[in-house]
């Protein structure tokens, strides 16, 4: 389920009827359930059942699917009395979680961003939580933001619920620094990555210990850059194959995804472009490497707006675009999605690239869409993001001052074609039939400066787009009617079938052009059109017509498709 994060939780029952309690949350399916059947095989509790957690990015909410039980895992006690809803988190295990750790980052946001670290290095060294409890008041705040709404959702006091926290804390941490004063934590750079993740791949307690090595391992580095280096020469080193490389993996994913969602990060490695669009097209690039690459080499389009990356980010990108680091992109695919439906311009100032830039997205998340994001989640984006083009202050930026009214018409339809959603295509339809409806236009079209041959040409190219840019008939076909009355205005004012019909030039020329006139290719479909098809008639009735196609077979053709286009043939 690209789009979504998925953990796996595993608890236990010691005895029947007693309570569930959490013991262990991991990403990886096949450990919940080897870890839930070693705890059966030794009898050392009495159920267990594995349930699949998914996190919703747009809802924020988990839903639970129980994927399989051991033991006597329906068993009830008849008479046990209700039990009053425990905490979020009620065992130093569970801090662990990826709720949690997502929780912990928003709580602790300024104090991880000032020391430039993330949940998981937080949860995983000693020294960071020395100088977290040392700072004292960061700590307590946390406490009591999170406090607050879980005692208001649980029905119990505030102090209660802020000492329960601070009990749990404190057996958190005293349980890092036991393992760290006794040794337990391994020091990768002696033991080495593989070596400890192959050791480690039985151990019940697996990701924490080898989340401390990791964490320990990436400590050293000055810069956001660095630690996903870092990261990324671990995953290298890991095994490679078997149990110890899938735990390897899984946790070099934890800081690594935690990393790329925040924001410094994410500057950090890819560098800070000069606007929204700029860093959506790189992280696009990044998370969707082989698709842009590929999209890049046949569409000068997504070329034009994708930003170069540097060595580190083309070593994560190929890391990225295999089955390794599935949560790692899928947490860039939801930031992207994010961003796309927020407020923010993509590229303020410059209307004309931001539809470009836009075009380009949606071309490249839509080639990735199953392997990135969902489609129906890249089309929700680009439906909200749509939204934002149609409104008037961003058309009027647009449009801009001093263009002619069939440039403002050439740049609505280019607008309507590039967006979706069906209320942002009638909107720009709404768009388009002020322009053309305009007395300013029609002026423009029928007294212009250019030949009619001009005029009608353009008015033909604006009646042809119009139909394709996406817009329902009950739209586009108004304002296709609306360029049709022009172009016969044009033409009667000019006289411009008649000349053609009558003009000093080969018979065969004068067939073709009134034959282009009539098929729409010259003059918009309409009266124009029209007066052109019953000139066209008369002149290919005429003998000397009929003998000039006889004798150019090569010109038949041509003449033969203006024919069909044209509606006119038997």
């Not at 949940?119 to 004292?136: C, I, M, Q, T």
């Not at 860093?279 to 998370?287: E, F, G, V, Y």
């Not at 129906?376 to 083009?389: G, I, N, Y």
């Not at 019953?534 to 009929?546: S, Y």
Request: aromatic share 4%; glycine share 8%; proline share 5%.
């Amino acid at each position: 389920m690209d789009g979504y994060r998925i953990h796996f939780e595993v608890y236990i029952r010691k005895m029947p009827g007693g309570p569930w309690v959490l013991d262990l949350a991991t990403e990886n399916r096949a450990a919940a359930i080897q870890h839930a059947e070693e705890l059966m095989k030794e009898g050392r509790v009495a159920a267990a059942r594995i349930s699949k957690e998914t996190f919703d990015e747009e809802t924020r909410e988990f839903q639970t699917v129980i994927i399989q039980k051991f033991g006597q895992a329906d068993t009830v006690a008849k008479a046990r009395p209700k039990e009053e809803p425990q905490p979020l988190c009620v065992t130093p295990q569970d801090l662990y979680t990826l709720h949690a750790r997502e929780r912990i980052g928003r709580l602790l946001e300024g104090w991880l961003e000032r020391n430039s670290a993330t949940p998981f290095e937080l949860l995983h060294r000693p020294d960071l939580v020395e100088k977290l409890e040392a700072s004292g008041i960061d700590l307590q705040h946390a406490i009591q933001k999170i406090a607050v709404p879980e005692a208001h959702a649980r029905n119990m006091s505030v102090h209660e619920l802020i000492r329960v926290f601070q009990a749990l804390i404190e057996r958190a941490v005293e349980r890092l620094m036991k393992d760290s004063r006794k040794g337990n934590l391994p020091n990768l750079d002696k033991e080495g990555f593989a070596a400890a993740a192959e050791r480690l791949a039985t151990d019940p307690e697996r990701g924490y210990l080898l989340g401390a090595g990791v964490a320990a391992s990436i400590a050293p580095a000055r810069t956001w850059s660095d630690k996903v280096d870092r990261l990324l020469d671990l995953a290298d080193s890991a095994p490679a194959k078997g149990p110890g490389r899938g735990v390897a993996l899984s946790t070099i994913q934890q800081p690594l995804a935690e990393i790329l969602e925040a924001k410094p990060g994410m500057t950090d490695v890819l560098g800070k472009g000069e606007d929204l669009g700029a860093n959506l097209a790189a992280m696009t690039r990044l998370a969707a490497y082989d698709s842009v690459e590929a999209l890049i080499r046949v569409e000068k389009s997504v070329q034009k707006i994708m930003p170069e990356l540097s060595e580190l980010a083309v070593r994560l990108a190929q890391w990225l675009s295999g089955e390794n680091f599935q949560d790692t992109r899928a947490a860039i695919g939801r930031r992207i999605l994010r961003e796309l439906t927020g407020p923010r311009r993509l590229c303020p100032g410059d209307a004309v690239r931001e539809i470009d830039v836009l075009r380009a997205l949606a071309m490249t998340l839509t080639a990735a869409a199953g392997k990135l994001l969902p489609l129906e989640e890249v089309q929700s984006a680009f439906t909200v993001r749509s939204k934002m083009l149609v409104t008037g202050d961003f058309v009027e930026a647009y449009l801009g001052q001093g263009q002619t009214a069939h440039a403002e018409a050439e740049a609505l339809i280019w607008l309507a074609e590039n967006i979706i959603g069906a209320a942002n295509k009638r909107q720009a339809a709404g768009w388009i039939k002020a322009i053309v409806a305009s007395l300013r236009f029609e002026k423009e079209m029928t007294g212009g400066d250019e030949t009619p041959a001009v005029r009608l040409a353009q008015l033909a190219a604006l009646h042809r787009s119009i139909g394709r840019c996406g817009l329902v008939p009950a739209d586009f076909e108004p304002i296709q009617e609306k360029l049709g009355d022009i172009g016969g205005e044009v033409e009667s004012r000019s006289k411009f079938t008649a000349l053609v019909a009558r003009a000093n030039a080969p018979l065969m020329h004068r067939l073709v052009m009134l034959l282009r006139l009539a098929a729409g290719e010259a003059a918009p479909i309409g009266p124009a059109a029209n007066r052109a098809r019953n000139e066209a008639i008369r002149l290919f009735r005429q003998d000397d017509t009929r003998a000039a196609l006889a004798a150019s077979p090569e010109q038949m053709a041509q003449v033969r498709t203006l024919i069909q286009q044209a509606g006119m043939a038997a």
